[in-house]
């Protein structure tokens, strides 16, 4: 049987309301996820044993083994509809990995999509199976802008006009969602930070607007003096982007990625030629998605 080839995107958190701390350990959130065109390509073909290759441009530091999503979202899948062979995943990756652009959940949500497509599985199963996965799983199987609520799992499409240009600065480390969490925990205790943003009236207008001045005016992340406190060094880096030129600059979910968000594509050129190890995307995109063979 032939491969499946499946495009996943990055996402970027147009607006981060990061609520209380749930007895199961997760914050509610209002969020709008917005995918953008940094992708990984997941490939998945029978074989005799399960396995997992990653190459490409972020590839360092990503597991091969079980503790690999790609590996946990087909047993997953394998076992709720008890059918799947043996897959080999192989992750063409480009989305930094650990950036707070969702890019193990990206390869997660294509896995799933991937082995839906060359079991015959009824697609219908995978929002649920994406939630079990990570919270961030479900939104890369739609892609798009999203409102996001429950933990991040529950998702409404947006209507959004036009295009975003963005500029996305990865940084050279990591920082794993839950220290982003528990450090605005911390903040939070100290009084140190406003209370939880979990209106986004203003933004969904602004989408519909089109005008990405106006956007820029309303985004928004809760996590980012958590990051920030984690990575002094993101001061400098969001006011290298302002200054470059770009409407405004936040840090992308639980960071250490840096967002900025730009007039139109000349102007995200401009300002990507300014700023270390940037590159340019364009916003919103479609989630996973087969490709031909
Ligand atoms: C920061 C975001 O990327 C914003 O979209 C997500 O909230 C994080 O999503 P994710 O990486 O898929 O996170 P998960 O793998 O589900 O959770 C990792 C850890 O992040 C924390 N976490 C995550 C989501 C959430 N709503 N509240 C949390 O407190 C928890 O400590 C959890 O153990
Ligand atoms: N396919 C994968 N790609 C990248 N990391 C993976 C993958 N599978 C498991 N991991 C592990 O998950 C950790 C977090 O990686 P990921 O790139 O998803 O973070 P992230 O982009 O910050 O996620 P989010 O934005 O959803 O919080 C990595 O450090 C790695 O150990």
Known sequence: MSPTRVRVP?????????????????????????????????????????????????????????????????????????????VRVEIAKQIPVAGGMAGGSADAAAALLGCARLWGADPVVLPELAAELGSDVAFGLVGGTALGTGRGELLEPLPTTGELHWVLVPAEFGIAAGDAYRELD???????????????TGLRAALVSGRPDEVAAALHN?????????????????????????????????GPTCAFLCADEPAARRVAADLPRATVARGPVPGATVLGR
């Open 10 to 86: 990055a996402k970027v958190n147009l607006h981060l309301g990061v609520g209380g701390l749930r007895p199961d350990g997760f914050h509610e959130l209002v969020t709008v996820f917005h995918a953008v065109g940094l992708h990984d390509v997941v490939t998945v073909q029978v074989a005799d044993a399960m396995g997992v290759r990653v190459s490409g441009p972020a590839a360092a530091g990503v597991p091969t083994g079980s503790d690999n999503l790609v590996w946990r979202a087909a047993e997953l899948l394998a076992s709720r509809c008890r059918a799947g062979s043996p």
């Open 186 to 200: 911390r903040l939070r205790a100290e009084g140190a930070v406003p209370p939880p943003a979990l209106d986004v």
């Open 222 to 254: 809760d996590l980012e003096p958590a990051c920030l406190s984690l990575a002094p060094a993101l001061h400098a880096v969001l006011a290298a982007g302002r200054k470059a030129g770009a409407l405004a600059g936040i840090v992308s979910g639980s």
